[in-house]
């Protein structure tokens, strides 16, 4: 059986091997996948792993051999709302949610309350949230 990993950088970012899915089956990894290389990687792929790879209608029914996509937890679809139809509807082993199911009340009064505190610092010459130095 053929698994491709689309995505294995941010699957397994460089710290477990993949030894133990290649003695159960033919392991393809690739650490990046474009979308214009995706069905050529997993043209024979039974399963798919994928994380961020956006796998679209198109790309799904041009894949005959795939029987099961994993680690797929979406918040993006090729067409938003999703189009009646699309195959990765239904999709029992699919976590599927709206691209701003992080924007409750509460997630946005602390993004204003975090942004004017920011902002506030800065005025007085302080440095708060600092990333990476900056």
């Not at 043209?43 to 894949?63: C, G, M, R, W, Y």
């Not at 509460?106 to 204003?112: F, I, K, V």
């Amino acid at each position: 059986m053929k698994t491709v990993i689309l995505d294995g950088y941010t699957l397994n970012p460089g710290d477990n091997p993949w030894t133990g899915l290649e003695e159960i089956c033919e392991l393809d990894v690739h650490d990046r996948t474009e979308p214009d290389q995706i069905i050529e990687r997993a043209a024979d792929a039974e399963i798919i792993l994928t994380n961020k790879t956006v796998l679209s209608a198109e790309i799904i029914n041009a894949l005959p051999n795939l029987k099961f996509i994993a680690g797929a937890a979406l918040d993006v679809v090729e067409n938003e709302p999703m189009l009646p139809g699309n195959p990765l509807s239904g999709s029992p082993n699919l976590t599927i949610t709206p691209h701003i199911a992080w924007a409750t009340l509460e997630a946005r009064s602390r993004l204003t309350a975090t942004t004017v505190a920011n902002v506030m610092a800065f005025m007085n010459g302080k440095a708060i949230n600092v990333v990476n130095g900056i």
